[in-house]
């Protein structure tokens, strides 16, 4: 029995990547396998993707514009678009791309109802291109999609498992929060998501869920329930 019926994931570029390879073919295998085997739970599963691995616009060099290299990066999250499509249906899925302009052959404009009906069919939907601004990232792009299609819960993929006071690589102290309210995020300064996005899911009251995705088969084990990520959300604060 599923945890969730609608989810949106928000997957980091970075989980494609595997040391100098920009696209880690075990690592797009690994990730398309998990995204078919939730949507065979029943879980409706639409993907925000970054491009972290290949370009961020705020890394650019000093004489190349903000805004222009923003362009450039959500360009970069349509190619891992693009790249994990070809690995869903290898793995046997249907999947559509969508992004905020048709960048044809590799994905059509995005519409609301286009994609709650692909969801409805059981299609992998990948998200690329951001919002389609730039100044913003795939955190708020998540945030916003999420709201718009009515997700149960924004799914957040990290290299470590849950939402901790301080960085635990650093910090052999840091503490785990199980859940926490967004107002804490904020107050605590926590690098969990920007603040864009952040106040997007407060003001929607869009659950936020972090977990491990290093193992990209911990995204089944959320979905289904047998593995609890730090909960965001915006009652009253319940860290421990
Ligand atoms: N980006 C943007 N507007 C958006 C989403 C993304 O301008 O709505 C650009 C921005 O330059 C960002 C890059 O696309 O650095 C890649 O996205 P992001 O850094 O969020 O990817 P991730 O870190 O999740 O892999």
Do not use: W
């Not at 992004?99 to 692909?118: I, K, Q, S």
């Not at 498992?161 to 690589?169: A, F």
Request: aromatic share 4%; net charge neutral; proline share 3%.
């Amino acid at each position: 029995m599923a945890a969730f019926s609608r989810i949106l994931l928000k997957l980091s570029g970075e989980v494609l990547r595997s040391g100098e390879e920009c696209f880690a073919p075990l690592r797009l295998a690994a990730v398309a396998q998990a995204l078919v085997s939730t949507v065979r739970t029943g879980v409706q599963t639409a993907v925000v993707v970054g491009g972290g691995n290949i370009f961020r616009g705020r890394n650019t060099a000093p004489d190349q514009t903000r805004t222009e290299a923003d362009h450039i990066g959500m360009l970069a999250t349509i190619l891992n678009a693009g790249m994990l499509r070809f690995h869903i249906e290898a793995a046997g899925a249907r999947c559509r791309v969508f992004a905020p302009r048709a960048v044809p052959p590799l994905a059509e404009a995005f519409d609301r109802r286009a994609a709650l009906a692909a969801l409805a069919a059981g299609d992998v939907v990948l998200l690329g291109g951001g919002t389609g601004n730039p100044c913003f990232s795939t955190d708020s792009a998540a945030a916003l999609r999420a709201v718009e299609l009515a997700a149960d819960a924004v799914l957040k993929g990290t290299l470590v498992d849950g939402v901790y006071d301080k960085d635990p690589n650093r910090h052999a102290d840091a503490r785990r929060f199980d859940s926490l309210t967004f107002d804490e995020v904020l107050r605590r300064d926590l690098k969990v998501m920007d603040q864009t996005a952040v106040a997007l899911c407060r003001e929607y009251g869009m659950k936020v869920v972090v977990f491990d995705i290093t193992d990209p088969l911990n995204l089944v084990r959320v979905v289904t329930g047998s593995l609890q990520g730090s909960v965001i959300h915006s009652g009253r604060a319940a860290a421990h």
